[in-house]
């Protein structure tokens, strides 16, 4: 269910690392450059992202700088020939949450990932708790004050994604390429439905609630 973004311009890093993560239960796509990077970003939801700094073009910095300006929550880990000081200190004072210098043991690369989701509130055990809120993303159970709530399994993925990024604003396109099929005949206004349901469902649970970002889609706000 975790989507990680690596951004590695050495081609055979880049597989290694997607390829060790994929084996970990990870869903990975690999990135050669920035460039790609901000269209993947931009098209799709992604759980964590890993970039080097030193990269033709754009460099990482740079791109942490627009990822935080897009996304304060998401996981960035920085892998990286850097080991100076003053290349630590700046990343950590942009944004980036956990720092790697290469060459990275990759069983502590898996590590790390695992660490940084759990600190994204994205549990490792896929339960996610809020207030009376309980879901369990194995079992695809939702409970509200102890009471079974049903949801269909699409139902069940989008509030779960929503209320993993609370204040993160999701585009219908976004929700779309990630829980429908890539054939689906369905449009983007299908999201307006199922929030719809998803609304009514939840009701009984007032602590949080399933704001629309008009002109762009949703986001789920803690109370």
């Known amino acids: 269910m975790f989507k990680v973004l690596v951004v590695e311009d050495d081609i055979e890093l880049n ?9 970990n239960g990870y869903t990975t796509k690999g990135c050669l450059n920035v460039s790609d990077a901000y269209d993947k970003f931009a098209t799709d939801i992604y759980d964590l992202i890993i970039s080097d700094i030193m990269m033709p073009g754009v460099d990482g910095f740079e791109f942490a700088i627009s990822v935080r300006n897009i996304n304060q929550e998401i996981p960035i ?11 630590k200190q700046k990343s950590f004072g942009l944004g980036v ?47 509200i004050g102890g009471e079974f709530v049903a949801l269909t399994v699409r139902e069940f993925n989008i ?6 990024y609370p204040k993160k604003t999701f585009t219908r396109s976004q929700l779309m390429d990630e829980f429908w099929d890539a054939d689906t005949s369905s449009g983007p206004r299908t ?30 706000v803690l109370k």
């Open 77 to 87: 880990l920085f892998v990286t020939a850097r080991d100076d000081f003053l290349s």
């Open 97 to 143: 949450d956990d720092y790697m210098v290469k060459p990275i043991d990759l069983d502590e690369l898996v590590l790390r990932v695992g660490a940084l989701l759990r600190r994204a509130k994205i549990a490792s055990s896929k339960q996610l708790e809020i207030g009376s809120l309980k879901m369990n993303a194995d079992e695809y159970s939702v409970s």
């Open 191 to 220: 999201v307006d439905v199922y929030i719809t349901k998803l609304r009514e469902k939840m009701s009984a649970c007032e602590d949080f609630e399933i704001v629309t970002v008009h002109g762009l889609g949703y986001k789920a």
């Open 15 to 23: 597989k290694i690392m997607c390829s060790v993560l994929n084996k």
């Open 159 to 164: 509030l779960y994604k929503l209320l993993s």
